[in-house]
Structures are given as C-alpha cells and as structure tokens.
C-alpha cells in the first residue's frame, strides 16, 4: 500500500501551499494556459502537468529548464519542450494576453531594484489576458519592520541570514492600483518564526 504522503507528493509535486489554496478555490484549473514565471524545476507547475493544463515555464537556470522539460515529458508527453525555455522574467517573449494564470513563487525578491521589480511585474502583467489571475508570493518587510538591517534601496539583511529585495503592503498596494488590478484575497504573510516573511499577493486583472 502507497503511504499517503507519497501519494499526495505524485498528485501535487511539492506545490507552494498558497498556491494549492488558489487550486482549492478554483481560481486555477487544468483548462488555463498558465506560465510558470521563474520555474525552477518544476514544483509548482507538477499537479497542472499532470492535469493536461497547457503549462509554459521560464527561468534563467538552463538546469531548470532541463528539469522541467524531464518533468513534463513524464507527465504530459505531448506538451513541447519549447514550451519551457531559458531567459529572464524581465524578458518574456509571449504575446499580450496569452496567459489565463501567471505564477511566479519565491523569485521577485531577487529584482536588482524597484524599476527592475516593477519591468518584472509589467512583463507577467501584459502577457496576462483580461479577467486573468497574477499570483506571486515574495518576501517582504511586513512584520519584521524591527528585526530588518537595511543594505540599499529596498535590499535587506534578513535575521535568516539571507539577503533580500523587500516589499512592504503600500508598495504592493500601489503597483496593484497602478495596474489597474484587482486583489482577490487581502495580502496574506507569513512570518516565520521571526527570521523572515512572505507574502502572497493574488491580483486579477481588471477586463
């Protein structure tokens, strides 16, 4: 008998937990082309692969790449490779409103800066069709505002020993207003034990 957590795994792969929830809640289902912004090798983009959703996937590690192309080749053989390629978020080379769903999990906290966060999130937002959803979860100061040594610009020295570019909720509040988006959920943060948080932010965008 399988034991349920190796069960689950093969269902959902290791699957941001936040991102299950928007799975829970329909927001993101098999039928979407979505594009997996800063793939890495898979994790987040396993359960839709298996569903037969028309995944897309970016990152600039050829690793990755190569990681997610095995994956989707075991789960999905008739997806094509090309649809998984090297090259930077700031970059993308989709067409305006291609994606019902961009996911970008644990990546917009290395922008060099605010114009280079924000080229970012102006890129996942054009290829966003109208009524589509942007899912992203960052590290961010809210909460921490006392344990934060800061480096420059919106760089900071985390208590985990990591070295991050933070948001806080007025500069995702704004980017969101100057969007033109709608949050579907109020930013949600999790901080962990003190030594770091992050934060999800879910924005559809407006038709």
Request: aromatic fraction near 8%; charged fraction near 25%; glycine fraction near 10%.
């Amino acid at each position: 008998m399988q034991h349920p957590m190796s069960a689950l795994e093969g269902e959902f792969g290791r699957i941001d937990i936040y991102l299950f929830d928007q799975l829970l809640r329909g927001r993101i289902t098999p039928d979407m082309r979505v594009l997996d912004a800063g793939c890495g090798p898979g994790r987040n983009s396993h359960y839709l692969l298996r569903q037969g959703a028309e995944v897309f996937g970016v990152d600039r590690k050829d690793r990755a790449i190569e990681a997610i192309r095995a994956l989707a080749a075991t789960l999905q053989p008739s997806l094509p490779p090309e649809n998984f390629q090297v090259g930077e978020v700031a970059e993308l080379s989709f067409a305006d409103g291609y994606f019902d769903t961009v996911v970008c999990s644990a990546v917009l906290h290395f922008a060099e800066d605010e114009a280079h966060f924000e080229t970012m999130v102006g890129e996942m937002w054009r290829t966003l069709r109208p009524g589509g959803i942007f899912f992203a979860r960052l590290a961010s100061t809210i909460g921490l505002e006392d344990r934060l040594s800061p480096t420059h610009g919106r760089w900071h020295a985390l208590p985990d020993g990591s070295d991050r570019f933070l948001v806080d909720e007025a500069y995702l509040l704004g980017i969101t207003g100057q969007l033109g988006g709608t949050l579907l959920d109020p930013l949600k943060t999790t901080n962990v034990q003190g030594m770091r948080a992050m934060t999800t932010w879910v924005v559809r965008k407006t038709d």
